[in-house]
């Protein structure tokens, strides 16, 4: 077995230049359609990429593994770490899926993602949320926007909540201000981040309450007094994250409503200094 400070791919691009011919072909082919390997036998991938079975497992031993199940298996641990790479196949790469196509995935994400979150989620989160004596929104990676995003609407209604970290920031100078009476949204969409079990760890063991929002490939947080969990399947190359958005539009325009007179005034409030600062 393959050891575990190398990846999958890690290894195929550290033989690239000691392979043959027909070896170098089937790793450009494993490259750019990794999933490829952790989907299907020796001999179908061997028709894939026009080698030979024997050129596989000259291949697959060049790479240090044992035999081609070993290096499958290891391809596809790597695959439920979100690379992209994974999600493009052979047959896929030279097609262009119709609008049709897209349309129907995102709905199909869509339904699935918010059958799992209930009315009654949304409003005690969003309750939370407006009774936090601060509410902080992690991101990173891909997660970063949403987390920006979903922190710039709600500032409509809550003053004291910030998107961390800043561009040359750490954490540690944050989640020491970290309080019980505070509420943190994370976002932990692939790819996430090798630490977030060491983040969630210690916004537990805070005490703050905590709404993970990731999607589907992640286990039920049970530390999490929320985990809202969005479909992300796409028939591209890149997740979707039509759900992800939903969620957020979601928890502000609810945060709004039950904000109530005190977010209606904070509301007209913004909208005076917008006017007379002549920022629209």
């Not at 990429?49 to 031993?61: D, E, I, L, P, Y």
């Not at 499958?72 to 790597?78: L, S, T």
């Not at 004291?160 to 970290?165: E, T, Y």
């Not at 039509?242 to 007209?268: D, K, N, Y």
């Given at each position: 077995m393959p050891s575990p400070e190398k990846s999958f791919l890690g290894r195929v691009r550290d033989a690239l230049a000691t392979l043959h011919p027909a070896e170098r072909r089937l790793a450009d082919f494993v490259c750019d359609f990794p999933g490829e390997l952790a989907s299907y036998s020796g001999s179908e991938l061997?028709?894939?990429?026009?080698?030979?079975?024997?050129?596989?497992?000259?291949?697959?031993?060049?790479?240090?593994?044992?035999?081609?199940?070993?290096?499958?298996?290891?391809?596809?641990?790597?695959k439920q770490t979100g690379s992209r790479l994974f999600l493009a196949t052979a047959a896929k790469s030279s097609a262009v899926q119709p609008l049709q196509t897209h349309l129907a995935q995102g709905i199909a994400n869509l339904e699935a993602t918010f059958l799992a979150i209930s009315d009654g989620q949304i409003d005690a989160a969003t309750r939370a949320l407006l009774e936090a004596r601060?509410?902080?929104?992690?991101?990173?990676r891909a997660s970063q926007p949403f987390a920006s995003y979903l922190q710039w609407q709600l500032t409509q209604v809550i003053e004291?909540?910030?998107?961390?970290?800043g561009a040359g920031q750490t954490l540690g100078e944050h989640l020491a201000s970290l309080q019980r009476e505070d509420m943190v949204?994370?976002?932990?969409?692939?790819?996430?981040?090798?630490?977030?079990?060491?983040?969630?760890?210690?916004?537990?063991?805070?005490g703050a309450q905590l709404l993970y929002i990731t999607d589907e490939g992640v286990p039920f947080q049970t530390g999490a007094a929320w985990?809202?969990?969005?479909?992300?399947?796409?028939?591209?190359?890149?997740?979707?994250?039509?759900?992800?958005?939903?969620?957020?539009?979601?928890?502000?325009?609810?945060?709004?409503?039950?904000?109530?007179?005190?977010?209606?005034?904070?509301?007209?409030?913004?909208?005076?200094?917008?006017d007379s600062l002549e920022e629209l």
């Open positions: 061997a028709d894939l990429a026009h080698v030979s079975k024997a050129t596989v497992s000259r291949f697959v031993k060049r790479l240090g593994y044992d035999s081609y199940e070993a290096a499958r298996r290891h391809a596809r641990e790597e601060k509410v902080w929104v992690i991101g990173f004291n909540i910030v998107a961390i970290p949204v994370v976002f932990g969409l692939r790819r996430r981040i090798a630490r977030m079990p060491l983040l969630l760890a210690e916004i537990q063991r805070s985990h809202f969990r969005c479909q992300s399947l796409a028939p591209g190359p890149l997740f979707n994250h039509v759900p992800v958005m939903a969620v957020c539009h979601l928890l502000a325009t609810r945060a709004i409503e039950h904000a109530g007179t005190a977010g209606r005034r904070r509301l007209r409030g913004i909208e005076a200094l917008n």
